[in-house]
């Protein structure tokens, strides 16, 4: 159905949203220096990129000029055709050097096993290093049980530095993906321990060990050896998480030793306390509760998150105990829910949850709050009131996630049955006008939330007489910015009639904005402001226009400006945009410029969807380098200064402003 859907929505990708409020000028007037789209031909690539017109795209691939050969041929890569896999492959025997290594990164992004073969064989014909390191690395992304071997079998010096790297990153993307054997393992073990060669490559075989479900024992000793040695600060993240799969006491004590030392960066403590979820509750308890105080709130937050993952029933109570003790909103949140998944007399912790619900004016510790009753499935009156009384984004998308994962728990049935038995009240038809509420209310978001459950549940999609407030919904979408929430509609009315709707097409309205986006200078700089400080961001036109038009648009119309950072993880900092920090309504959907960028600390992209478009509207900063997110998102900047502003913001924290630095 994505397939369909992603056909007959081709023509409108060509449109460029403007955004609220007009489109203003970029300080520069004129053509910008060194911007490559005031070349007519490599807009015409692009447009044919945004229409995802493969057929046309193609045809440059014959071309004179290198230039748009190699543009053509990542083109197609960004959007994943797997029916231009051949045709992409067709360029591995081109003249120019550049044109190849763009070739195999495109058959590498399309995904598609038919690449392989294509790729083994002009492995062994092609050499060029920097060719030759694209195809491994290419055939960690579509490749299988013989890629694994070929890349085994390849014999490289260590002195040449872009061979191993391409040799790591083909091992780390198969490992992610599920593959890997002992020479690989062996080979990356070598690498790791290979002081002689540069950290970029350590790193990316430490990531490997990180990515890769397995046992890892027979290796503490190096891990341990490599983690002292080092200063970089990925390559003892990705450590500290392979530690946690090595499954003996040396490697359970160094992990405290990490934890413990003061002087240890609170990324590698993370990934550290994430690890100690391996080995057993009673073991890691004592240490985890003194991490609940510590002045880090991340640290603290993570340690409250082990809890709720590792708890056990008989320490319910001290959880709810400890949330009472505790300084930081999140690690209360997470103790709460802790105390409350665990608990065998679920009420007055509930009621406890909604009444610090209540209480409290921190729209963000409303939300987790929200869902910290999600294993209370009687609580879902209560959370259905505030998803839909409440006149804040953030709550009512979250209070949805919450009724979806109540009625997920795998106690639902049995607490339904008791219901019905008690009550004769059918708690199945009540979910399922609460997700008919949800899919009538209009949110973006919400309506595909709503529509994804119906259609994920026969029993909730059999409730339906018909599927009007469905039609209805699905013509209240704007293409082709409510891409997602158009598919899942149309699963969810598949599901509930058995019938498939044919899928709009729509024309094309629009075209791209070449006039603003020439204006733009390559690294034209940004500035955000924040009460922690300032961070700058270097945008890079050239790779993303879209992307980097439309955020710069966004920017000139502070509509960032007093929004909030709505998520942290270990690898990123998440902006959702909107003064209220969260607002689907404002957001919308973009095709997806997907390129050979290296994501490293301080790289700042968009999100991507299945669909392989980008939400305008949310974007993210990286907190490490992490090798298997290249290629997954638009690229639009790169911090170049402040990232220590960065590594101190935590979820709630302001966006001041973000504006231009004139020259």
């Keep these: 159905m994505i397939k369909i ?101 495109a058959i590498g992004q399309i995904g598609h096993k038919a690449g392989e073969k294509y790729l083994l064989e002009y492995l062994r014909k092609d050499n060029e290093p920097a060719v030759q390191a694209a195809i491994l690395e290419a055939l960690g992304k579509c490749g299988g049980e013989k890629s694994l071997e ?17 040799e790591i990153k083909g091992f780390c993307f198969l490992a992610k993906r599920g593959l890997f054997s002992v020479n690989g393992t062996q080979k990356a073990i070598n690498i790791l321990c290979d002081s002689l060669l540069h950290e970029k490559i350590r ?92 002045f880090d709130e991340k640290v603290s937050s993570y340690a409250a998150c082990f809890l709720l993952n590792k708890g056990i029933k008989a320490d319910s109570s001290l959880y709810l105990e400890l949330s009472r003790d505790v300084a930081g909103w999140q690690t209360r949140a997470y103790l709460l829910a802790t105390a409350l998944k665990y608990s065998s007399s679920k009420k007055n912790i509930a009621k406890s949850i909604q009444s610090g619900f209540e209480a409290s004016q921190n729209i963000y510790e409303k939300a987790a709050l929200l869902r910290s009753l999600e294993t209370d499935i009687s609580s879902y009156g209560f959370v259905e009131n505030q998803t839909f009384y409440s006149d804040n984004q953030l709550l009512m998308v979250e209070g949805l996630k919450t009724i979806i994962n109540m009625y997920e728990n795998p106690e639902f049935e049995k607490y339904a049955k008791f219901q019905k038995l008690m009550t004769g009240e059918n708690v199945t038809e009540d979910f399922a006008m609460i997700f008919k509420k949800a899919v009538q209310n209009g949110n973006s978001q919400m309506v595909a939330l709503a529509a994804s459950a119906i259609a994920s549940h026969e029993e909730i999609a059999n409730s339906y007489m018909n599927t009007y407030f469905l039609n209805q919904a699905l013509s209240n979408c704007i293409l082709p910015q409510d891409a997602d929430t158009y598919v899942v509609l149309l699963d969810a009315i598949k599901k509930v009639t058995g019938q498939i709707i044919k899928p709009v097409s729509n024309p094309i309205t629009g075209v791209l904005d070449w006039d603003y986006i020439c204006r733009i200078k390559p690294g034209e700089k940004i500035v955000i402001s924040t009460k922690k400080g300032d961070i700058t961001l270097k945008t890079d036109v050239n790779t993303s226009p879209i992307a980097v038009s439309n955020f710069l648009k966004l920017v000139d119309q502070k509509y960032f400006d007093n929004s909030s950072f709505t998520n942290i993880s270990t690898s990123y900092l998440e902006n959702r945009g909107s003064i209220s920090g969260f607002d689907e309504t404002q957001s919308f959907m973009i095709p997806s410029e997907l390129s050979n960028t290296v994501f490293e600390e301080g790289t700042t992209a968009l999100f991507t969807t299945a669909l392989n478009t980008s939400n305008a509207t949310q974007w993210f900063i990286m907190l490490t380098s992490k090798s298997v997110f290249d290629g997954t998102s638009p690229v639009i900047a790169t911090v170049t200064e402040g990232m220590d502003c960065v590594h101190s913001l935590n979820t709630g924290d302001n966006i001041i402003s973000i504006s231009r630095i004139k020259d």
């Design 203 to 294: 790193e990316i075989s430490s990531e490997y060990f990180a990515v890769c479900n397995t046992d890892f024992s027979l290796y503490t000793d190096e891990f341990i050896k490599v983690y002292k040695a080092v200063e970089f600060v990925p390559t003892k993240e990705n450590i500290a998480n392979a530690l946690g799969k090595c499954h003996n006491e040396r490697a359970f004590n160094f992990l405290k030793t990490i934890i413990k030392d003061e002087k240890t960066d609170y990324r590698v403590v993370l990934s550290a306390i994430k690890a100690l979820e391996n080995y057993p509750y009673a073991d890691c308890k004592e240490l985890i509760l003194e991490q609940l105080n510590s």
């Design 5 to 105: 859907f992603s056909i007959c929505l081709l023509a409108a990708m060509t449109v460029f949203y403007s955004c609220k409020g007009g489109d203003p000028k970029p300080q520069n007037e004129g053509p910008a220096e060194g911007n490559i789209y005031n070349d007519l031909t490599l807009r015409k690539i692009y447009e044919l990129r945004c229409e995802e017109n493969s057929a046309e795209l193609i045809k440059f691939f014959s071309d004179n000029l290198p230039q748009y050969r190699k543009a053509a041929v990542l083109a197609v890569g960004s959007m994943r055709d797997s029916m231009s896999t051949v045709a992409a492959a067709s360029l591995l025997t081109d003249e120019d050097e550049e044109v190849r290594e763009a070739a195999v990164f």
């Design 150 to 166: 070929a890349i085994e079998r390849v014999r490289i010096l260590h002195s040449d530095n872009n061979l191993v790297l391409g």
